[in-house]
């Protein structure tokens, strides 16, 4: 158990929806990460959020938006799905980088996203 | 940013070693080379992590030469349960990990 909880584990949805996946980072860390693992892209950095500000930004969509809150848990949204959304989305948190002695990001069990 | 070339696949038998080479030819002065490791369905886990020498611990060992533009994670004795795609990764300890990504791994097969 790497102490970063990702709710829902499953989400089934149609075109044209909208989505909010939830992660909740493990205690301390203040850094959250949005990942996306399809089988034809493999793991897609997609965002990272610091203490509520966005740190970086990867081959994050223009339909996809996320944010990171005062109490440090953070959403993705989805929106305008398309079928090619359908994969699995992982959240990581770690401390900040530069503070630790290892690059080491702890990951959730993921969100699996099925567009139908 | 240093980009890393591993092999695609390895297949391996109980109780082998497996060793996986990692190609980082541009790798940085700050970098360091780190290791996770992905079950099926499952986030990515942090194995090891090194800077030169030789770097040990109770799950894998990684070497790397004094030139550092490749490194090798030695899985001794594998299991079933290693059966895992592995991926390396280099940058710097400072950076933001919007910069360390993630290439396809290399996906470990041990079978009986």
Not at chain 1, 30 to 42: E, F, M, T
Not at chain 1, 61 to 88: C, I, K, V, Y
Not at chain 2, 1 to 19: F, H, R
């Amino acid at each position: 158990d790497s102490g970063v909880t990702q709710t829902p584990k499953h989400l089934i949805t149609a075109t044209g929806q909208r989505v909010t996946l939830r992660c909740s980072p493990r205690s301390g860390d203040l850094s959250v990460y949005w990942y996306q693992q399809s089988l034809d892209q493999g793991l897609q950095f997609l965002i990272q959020y610091y203490n509520g500000e966005e740190r970086a930004k990867g081959n994050i969509l223009e339909r996809f938006s996320a944010q990171q809150f005062p109490d440090l848990h953070s959403e993705l949204n989805l929106s305008s799905l398309e079928l090619g959304d359908s994969a699995l989305y992982f959240c990581a948190s770690s401390v900040e980088p530069g503070t630790s002695a290892v690059n080491e990001q702890f990951f959730g069990p993921g969100t699996r996203l099925t567009v139908l | 940013l240093a980009k890393t070339t591993q092999p695609i696949s390895m297949d391996s038998y109980e109780g082998q070693e497996v060793n996986i080479t990692c190609s980082h030819n541009n790798i940085a002065t700050n970098d360091y080379i780190t290791w996770y490791q992905q079950f099926p369905s499952q986030g990515p886990r942090f194995i090891i992590q090194g800077y030169k020498t030789k770097v040990t611990n109770e799950v894998a060992s990684l070497f790397i030469p004094a030139d550092r533009k490749s490194s090798t994670l030695s899985l001794p004795r594998v299991s079933l349960s290693d059966t895992a795609v592995y991926y390396c990764l280099v940058g710097a300890l400072t950076d933001s990990w919007g910069k360390l990504q993630f290439g396809a791994g290399t996906q470990v097969v041990v079978t009986p």
